[in-house]
Nanobody
Framework: VQLQASGGGLVQAGGSLRLSCVAS????????MGWYRQAPGKQRDLVAF???????NYADSLKGRFTISRNNASDTIYLQMNSLKPEDTAVYYC?????????????WGLGTQVTVSS
C-alpha cells in the first residue's frame, strides 16, 4: 500500500486547510485509513480515522473542528481542518491499517507540514 498526502501549508489562526491522501496498491484489505500528527518533540498522535464501512473516530480535542471523509471511487481520504490554532502545527501523516486475525500492518505516507501562525 502506498499513500500520498498533500494539502499542508501555512495558515493563520482561525483559518482552514484540507488535507488529501491517495491510496494505491493492495488497498482491498485495508480496514481503515486515517490521519496522525506529530509536533516537534512530541509523539505521533491519532487525529481521526475512517473505516472501510464509513465509521469515523476523532481525537476528543479535535471533535467539531476537524472532519474526515473519503471518496471510495478515487481511494482518497480527506481531512478538513477548520478554526485552526497554533497548537495544530505539526507534521500530518496519512495512515492505512490492515487488520487480520493474527496480524496488524500499518502503512504510512510521507508527512505533510501544517503550520498555523498566531
Amino acid at each position: 500500500v502506498q499513500l500520498q498526502a498533500s494539502g499542508g501549508g501555512l495558515v493563520q489562526a482561525g483559518g482552514s486547510l484540507r488535507l488529501s491522501c491517495v491510496a494505491s496498491g493492495n488497498i482491498f484489505s485495508i480496514s481503515r485509513m486515517g490521519w496522525y500528527r506529530q509536533a516537534p518533540g512530541k509523539q505521533r498522535d491519532l487525529v481521526a480515522f475512517i473505516t472501510s464501512g464509513g465509521t469515523t473516530n476523532y481525537a476528543d480535542s479535535l471533535k467539531g473542528r476537524f472532519t474526515i471523509s473519503r471518496n471510495n471511487a478515487s481511494d482518497t481520504i480527506y481531512l478538513q481542518m477548520n478554526s485552526l490554532k497554533p497548537e495544530d502545527t505539526a507534521v500530518y501523516y496519512c495512515n492505512a491499517l490492515r487488520l487480520r486475525v493474527s496480524s496488524r500492518d500499518d502503512f504510512w505516507g510521507l508527512g505533510t507540514q501544517v503550520t498555523v501562525s498566531s
